[in-house]
Nanobody
Framework: VQLQESGPGLVKPSQTLSLTCTVS??????????WSWIRQPPGQGLEWIGYVAYSGSIYYSPSLRSRTSISRDTPKNQFTLQLSSVTPEDTAVYFC?????????????????WGQGTQVTVSS
């Protein structure tokens, strides 16, 4: 299974960041799998943003919930992240990842599948 993030690399402050994760070699509807978005700001550790489960249920980090929307497109085998009202503090490398079973994890080795990441910079 491979994951690939895509989306704009530059977003202006106050706008909405939109990213897509395309999954190949496996289905995002596979039983028990959960598909997460994680980010890493420069010089900082990984921050879990939220996930969409194989069932379609969604869970967000409490700290980002008010600005985050995660959805999925099962025919395209994709899931997406939207983060609204961005500021320069949202500048980070954004990763998508997949894991069998529910849970919130903060390191790459804890996931079964991990994308290569995409740099998003918030700047005017």
């Amino acid at each position: 299974v491979q994951l690939q993030e895509s989306g704009p690399g530059l977003v202006k402050p106050s706008q909405t960041l939109s990213l897509t994760c395309t999954v190949s070699g496996g289905s995002i509807s596979t039983n028990t799998y959960h598909w997460s978005w994680i980010r890493q700001p420069p010089g900082q550790g990984l921050e879990w943003i939220g996930y969409v489960a194989y069932s379609g249920s969604i869970y967000y980090s409490p700290s980002l919930r008010s600005r985050t929307s995660i959805s999925r497109d099962t025919p395209k085998n994709q899931f997406t992240l939207q983060l609204s009202s961005v500021t320069p503090e949202d500048t980070a490398v954004y990763f998508c990842a997949g894991k069998r079973g529910a849970g919130i994890y903060y390191s790459q080795p804890e996931y079964d599948y991990w994308g290569q990441g995409t740099q998003v910079t918030v700047s005017s």
